[in-house]
């Protein structure tokens, strides 16, 4: 007979459980980042972990041990499956969304609108903007939404295809913070990726058993695959 870990267990009692959100900051204005280049909308699939965010002080829930993947849909669109966490003994929990490709005159960066399952009816989706990226290694990606038409909610992320990032991607990515993120607000957080504070997360199946960024074991890898794609379809 085969047992299923309690987590494994938890974790599908949790699906969708509460909302993903990016930590939000308040401003008058959005940032305009113009780095001009061709996206490839067929590389950015795959598994991404969250390894800094822009730091909201006002969120008491901060989360951790975000990974998500993005798997290619029609005309550009990408389907998401997305976990975290909220403290050491927390479970990882879930949400699904979706992304839809938005084409704006003299945009210079690629646009997505997002919505997951947790998002109100009421709400606009996330217009977010990945303003830089290697494919192979990290993205950061950046989103800014007006909530009365004289302020707005800004978030940003950085992302990587690995649990950390090695120094000279730090680096590079360092400079890029630094050059377009000069508002006394724009401190950023580490988001937690280690294996003895992160839970094994379903959606970590995307990556090849084995893979030295994931934290499944194989059998659990094959479990996990046939329940990620039973969610999804």
């Known amino acids: 007979?085969?047992?299923?870990?309690?987590?494994?267990?938890?974790?599908?009692?949790?699906?969708?459980?509460?909302?993903?959100?990016?930590?939000?900051?308040?401003?008058?204005?959005?940032?305009?980042?113009e780095e001009n280049y061709n996206f490839?909308?067929?590389?950015?699939?795959?598994?991404?972990?969250?390894?800094?965010?822009?730091?909201?002080?006002?969120d008491p829930e901060q989360e951790d041990c975000v990974v998500m993947n993005y798997k290619a849909g029609e005309k550009g669109h990408y389907d998401i499956l997305q976990s975290y966490q909220?403290?050491?003994?927390?479970?990882?929990?879930?949400?699904s969304g979706a992304a839809e490709p938005q084409v704006f005159e003299n945009s210079k960066v690629p646009k997505f609108l997002e919505r997951y399952n947790t998002t109100k009816n009421d709400?606009?989706?996330?217009?977010?903007e990945i303003v830089a990226i290697d494919?192979?290694?990290?993205?950061?990606?950046?989103?800014?939404?007006?909530?009365?038409?004289?302020?707005?909610?800004?978030?940003?992320?950085?992302?990587?295809?690995?649990?950390?990032?090695?120094?000279?991607n730090e680096d590079v990515i360092g400079i890029f913070l630094e050059n377009h993120f000069k508002g006394p607000e724009h401190n950023w957080r580490a988001t937690k990726q280690t294996a003895d504070f992160c839970k094994p997360s379903?959606?970590?199946?995307a990556e090849k058993s084995g893979s030295p960024s994931g934290r499944l074991p194989t059998v659990i890898h094959l479990i996990a695959m046939l329940l990620l794609i039973k969610l999804l379809n």
């Open 202 to 205: 379903l959606v970590e199946v």
């Open 40 to 58: 490839n909308e067929a590389k950015y699939v795959g598994t991404w972990y969250e390894v800094r965010r822009l730091y909201d002080p006002s």
């Open 1 to 33: 007979m085969v047992s299923f870990p309690k987590w494994l267990l938890l974790a599908l009692c949790l699906w969708c459980a509460v909302g993903s959100g990016y930590s939000v900051l308040y401003t008058k204005t959005c940032l305009k980042i």
């Open 123 to 128: 709400e606009p989706d996330s217009l977010i």
């Open 86 to 95: 909220i403290t050491k003994e927390g479970s990882p929990i879930y949400v």
């Open 135 to 168: 494919y192979d290694s990290y993205a950061i990606v950046y989103s800014c939404k007006s909530i009365n038409g004289t302020h707005y909610t800004e978030s940003a992320r950085v992302l990587s295809r690995q649990t950390h990032l090695n120094n000279h």
